[in-house]
């Protein structure tokens, strides 16, 4: 049984916007930190966003700060990536990943072990 999965990706025209979903189950939002990342065409995967349990604190990448934002919702169990004015260099297949909370107090994308890794959603932005 998956423990992410994400949702909500697709085409879109530059300066758009999409929101992405990934749902959590078997696990608690209560224990683990949350991360973004993506992996553009013919690229390495990298970091852009996480979310900290409690929501104690947030990071974005440079490459989406003022852009993305990224929140929990508990009612529905899931942590959202919220994209406004997408850029064709935003295109990459993301992926939410969990961190157990017991080792960090934050969260981070980078120098971190995630145990939970979801299949990853299509972003394709058009120029």
């Known amino acids: 049984q998956s423990v992410l999965v994400e949702s909500g990706g697709g085409l879109v025209q530059s300066g758009g916007s999409l929101t992405l979903s990934c749902a959590v189950s078997g696990i608690s939002l209560d224990d683990y930190h949350i991360a973004w990342f993506r992996r553009p065409p013919g690229k390495e995967r990298e970091g852009v966003s996480c979310?900290?349990?409690?929501?104690?604190?947030?990071d974005y990448e440079d490459f989406v700060k003022g852009r993305f934002r990224i929140s929990r919702d508990y009612a529905k169990n899931t942590v959202d990536l919220e994209m406004k004015n997408l850029k064709p260099e935003d295109t990459a297949i993301y992926y939410c990943?969990?961190?157990?909370?017991?080792?960090?107090?934050?969260?981070?994308?980078?120098?971190?072990?995630?145990?939970?890794w979801g299949q990853g959603a299509q972003v394709i932005v058009s120029s």
């Open positions: 990943a969990a961190e157990s909370a017991i080792v960090n107090f934050f969260c981070s994308v980078s120098g971190r072990r995630f145990s939970y």
């Open positions: 979310i900290s349990v409690s929501d104690r604190s947030k």
